[in-house]
């Protein structure tokens, strides 16, 4: 399977502790991009990253949320200190470089819930 | 402050007839228009885009069309399928400054669609 592969595909925390969500994109793309999405609501950017550098985190929280993709394995979103507000569907999508009218490929997403 | 928004958040339709799922935005700097259709628990799949020097891209049973001036795109289905059931986002980018912030996607809150056998 050549496709954005996330796990793990469901994560259980509880308050106060760290959440590692993983994102390896597809063979050959080099650009990745998280997103979170709420019940009942779109999907909202939070990240873009390419290897080794973030390029825009606009959209990620100021504190507890941090993310890298290094030149070796996949892209981590670290969370810590979760709260119950942090509960959400996360994705991961990634594209190829440089090819601006190339969709972004999305992985099946990690559930997080914070008890 | 919702710059994709698509005001029908469920549509019922007959298997055959023509789905047409609306999407409206505010930001004028958006320049390329993607649709994707995503099943409980997977992830979004990608489905058709147009670029805001079209008005309109047809692929197979997917059509979208662009208004510009109106800031208006919609994605008709025909014919509808009961596999066709499922979310729809529409999503919006802005291209010109594509080494930052003209990668990232806003996207609309869905359109849950229910094709009836």
């Known amino acids: 399977n050549a496709g954005v592969m996330q796990n793990p595909r469901h994560l259980v925390r509880r308050r106060g502790q760290e959440a590692r969500l993983r994102c390896s994109p597809m063979?050959?793309?080099?650009?990745v991009y998280w997103y979170r999405q709420l019940p009942e609501e779109g999907l909202k950017f939070m990240v873009y990253?390419?290897?080794?550098?973030?390029?825009?985190e606009s959209g990620m929280p100021k504190e507890r949320f941090s993310a890298e993709f290094p030149k070796e394995g996949p892209s981590i979103l670290r969370i810590q200190q979760v709260v119950r507000g942090d509960s959400a569907a996360y994705f991961c999508?990634?594209?190829?470089?440089?090819?601006?009218?190339?969709?972004?490929?999305f992985g099946d997403g990690t559930r997080l819930s914070i008890l | 402050d919702q710059q994709v928004k698509q005001n029908s958040p469920s549509l019922s339709v007959q298997e055959g007839r023509i789905s047409i799922l609306n999407c409206d935005y505010t930001n004028s700097m958006f320049d390329y228009f993607l649709w994707y259709k995503k099943y409980p628990a997977e992830g979004p799949t990608f489905l058709i885009s147009i670029s805001s020097i079209k008005d309109k891209n047809e692929d197979g049973r997917f059509t979208v069309f662009l208004n510009k001036s109106a800031k208006h795109l919609s994605l008709h289905i025909v014919p509808s399928q009961p596999g066709d059931s499922a979310v729809y986002f529409c999503a919006a980018r802005c291209t010109l400054n594509i080494k930052a912030a003209g990668n990232k996607l806003t996207f609309g809150g869905g359109t849950r669609v229910l094709v009836k056998p």
């Open positions: 990253l390419q290897k080794e550098n973030i390029i825009d």
């Open positions: 063979k050959g793309h080099s650009h």
């Open positions: 999508a990634s594209s190829h470089q440089n090819q601006v009218e190339q969709p972004q490929h």
